[in-house]
Nanobody
Framework: VQLQASGGGLEQAGGSLKLSCANS????????MGWFRQAPGKEREFVAA????????SYADSVKGRFTISRDNTKNAVYLQMNSLKPEDTAVYFC????????????????????WGQGTQVTVSS
């Protein structure tokens, strides 16, 4: 499994960015996917997750109503649409793939995710 995150950049507060994560490996269908972020000096934190079918999503309270996670299984890709960005959203964003296929619930703990992308930097200026 190889995950490649992209779409980060510098944006002003109130703006939008859309992150993409492409899975170049064969195993994508059947796996829940998640986005996490890590700000300088802070621990990695959960942002959003989506089930293998796309029917279940979960968000951190800090991004609920502003961020939307989605996936396209035909393209082996997961996305994170980020609107109304705030300076506190500044972090390196990582996509991750659940370690267990066909899991019926989406998990927020990072230890549930076995495969990680390299991260993409998001910087929001005030």
């Amino acid at each position: 499994v190889q995950l490649q995150a992209s779409g980060g950049g510098l944006e002003q507060a109130g703006g939008s960015l859309k992150l993409s994560c492409a899975n170049s490996g064969r195993t994508f269908d059947g796996y829940n996917m998640g986005w996490f972020r890590q700000a300088p000096g802070k621990e990695r934190e959960f942002v959003a997750a989506i089930s293998w079918s796309g029917g279940i999503t979960s968000y951190a309270d800090s991004v609920k109503g502003r961020f939307t996670i989605s996936r396209d299984n035909t393209k082996n890709a997961v996305y994170l649409q980020m609107n109304s960005l705030k300076p506190e959203d500044t972090a390196v964003y990582f996509c991750a793939q659940d370690s267990t296929p066909w899991r019926r619930v989406v998990l927020v703990r990072s230890t549930a995710y076995a495969y990680w992308g390299q991260g993409t930097q998001v910087t929001v200026s005030s």
